[in-house]
C-alpha cells in the first residue's frame, strides 16, 4: 500500500517497537513524555528490506490505545534523533498536514500543530548500508525549540506552494502593437495563475486593433498572463492589371496598401493603369493608405492591481502580535457549516497569523461523534479536522467543565486573507453539542 506525503507516493507500515512513556518536568511544567524508536531494518516492502531497492518508507505511530498514556493527550513538542544517519527524516501530522524536516545527522526539539495521536516518520533515500535507529519523543507539554544544525525547519504544508498570496484583478490591457489584417476582434487572456477575465477588442478597417476593453477583471492573478488576438488574418490581394474593381476596394502593390478611389470595370484604361504613384494631382484612381499589404501580428500586455505581486514564503511569517481575538458558542444540530467570517475576511489582500486556537465543547447525548474541520467557504482548504467522541454516561448534566476538544498555544500560522474561513460540521450523531471557539490572530500585509 501507498501513502501520499509531500506530494509523493510512499509505502507505510505499522510502527513495530515498544512505546516507553514517563512524566517529566520543564521550565516549572509538568508533562508527559512519550519515547519510540524506529527501526528502519525491520521494515519491508513486498518482501524486500528498505535500502538502496526501497528507499522511502513512512513508519505509522499511533499511542492510542496505550493505557500508560494519559487523555486526551494533546502534543506540542517533537524530539528526533538522527544524528547517526544520512538519510533524512520527517516527522509528519495527517490532521494538520504540520511536517517537520530534521537533516541528516541532526537532532533538536520542535514545535508541533496537531490534535491527532498519530504521528507519521518518513525517511526519503534510504541506504541498504546506512539503515538508521531513529529516537523519537513527543512532549505535552512546549519545549524551546533547538537543534545543532540550523537548517532543518519545521513547515507547515498548508501553505502548499513557495509562491502565496489572494493575487490580484487586472485594471487594463496595453495594446503594445495594433496588429493588421485581422478578420474578427476576439481576444482572449489566459494564464498569470488567476481565471475569469475577459476583454472586448474593436479593429478598423484594416484589421488593426483599435481598443481592447476589459468586461471582466477576473481574481487571482499573482503573474502577468498571456493576451492573445483569435482570429484570423486576411492580407489585401496584390494589385493586378485590367481587373475591374470597386471603389474602395485594397490592393497590395510597391510595399503598401492602395484604396480605389473609383469603380473601374474590368479592362478600362484606368484600372489597367499602374497605381497613381505614377500620378499626381486631382483626379488620381488609387491612394495611398500606407499600410502595409502584410499581416502584422498583434501584441498586447495586461496590467495587474498593486497586489498581484508573487509572495515568496519558506513556511514561516512575522511573530504574531496577538492583538485580536473572538470567542464563538455554537450549537450545530446537524452536518453543516456552522460559523462563517471567522477572522472579518475577506480583505482585499494581505494574511491572518493565527497564534492560538482553543476548542471546548459540552455534549447534550451520551455516545454522541462530531467532526468539524476549519476550512475556506469553499472547502478547499482544510487546517484542522477536530473529532470529539462522547463516552457513555457522559451528559451536559454531569459535565461540570467544558470538555477541553482541542489546544493550540504559540503557533504562527498562515492563512491567506483574501479568503472567508469558517467551521464546518462534517460529521454529527447523537443529540447536540455546544462548541466554543477561541481564536487570537493578526493581520498583516505580509
Known sequence: MAYNFLNGTFPYGAYQGG?????????????????????????????????????????????????????????????????????PIYAYFSDTRYTVEVEAGAIGWFPIITGSPTVNIVAIGLETNFLPLTNIAISNIEIQPYTNV?????????????????????????IINPGSWYTSNGITISGGGGSGATVH????GFGRFITAD??????????LPNVLPTGSQSAPANWTSGEGVSAGALRGYGGTTWSANFTMAPGSPASERPPPAFFSGIGNYWSDTGVSPVPVT???????????????????????????????????????????????????SGFIYLS??????????????????????????????????????????????????????????????????????????????????????????L
Not at 476589459?214 to 503573474?223: C, E, K, M, R, T
Not at 482553543?358 to 477536530?386: C, E, R
Not at 493550540?408 to 471557539?437: P, Q, R, Y
Open 214 to 223: 476589459l468586461a471582466n477583471a477576473g481574481a487571482g492573478f499573482q503573474g
Open 19 to 87: 512505546i516507553a512513556t514517563k512524566q517529566f518536568q520543564r521550565q516549572g511544567a509538568k508533562g508527559d513524555l512519550i519515547s519510540l524508536q524506529i527501526d528502519w531494518s525491520k521494515y519491508a516492502v513486498g518482501g524486500e528490506g528498505l535500502g538502496n531497492a526501497n528507499p522511502n518508507f513512512m513508519v505509522v505511530c499511533n499511542w492510542e490505545a496505550n493505557a500508560n498514556i494519559p487523555q486526551p493527550y494533546f502534543p506540542k513538542s517533537i524530539y528526533i534523533d538522527n544524528a547517526n544517519s544520512v538519510t
Open 150 to 174: 540550523a537548517s532543518p525547519t519545521a513547515i507547515a504544508e498548508w501553505l502548499a506552494s513557495p509562491v502565496i498570496g489572494g493575487g490580484a484583478s487586472l485594471t487594463g490591457i496595453a
Open 201 to 204: 477588442g474593436s479593429i478598423d
Open 356 to 445: 492560538e486556537y482553543h476548542v471546548k465543547g459540552y455534549p447534550s447525548a451520551a455516545n454522541g461523534a462530531y467532526a468539524w474541520q476549519l476550512q475556506t467557504s469553499t472547502g478547499s482548504v482544510i487546517l484542522f479536522p477536530v473529532v470529539y467522541s462522547i463516552g457513555s454516561g457522559v451528559t451536559q448534566a454531569n459535565l461540570i467543565f467544558p470538555f477541553p476538544v482541542f489546544d493550540i498555544n504559540g503557533a504562527n500560522i498562515k492563512l491567506d486573507a483574501t479568503k472567508t474561513w469558517e467551521l464546518n460540521m462534517t460529521t454529527f450523531t447523537g443529540g447536540t453539542v455546544s462548541i466554543g471557539s477561541g481564536f487570537v490572530w493578526t493581520y498583516s500585509q
Open 298 to 348: 498583434a501584441i498586447f500586455q495586461a496590467e495587474l492591481g498593486a497586489s498581484g505581486a508573487a509572495i515568496i514564503t519558506d513556511g514561516y511569517g512575522t511573530p504574531p502580535l496577538r492583538d485580536q481575538g473572538q470567542n464563538y458558542i455554537d450549537g450545530p444540530t446537524g452536518t453543516g457549516v456552522f460559523r462563517t467570517n471567522l477572522f472579518g475576511t475577506p480583505y482585499a
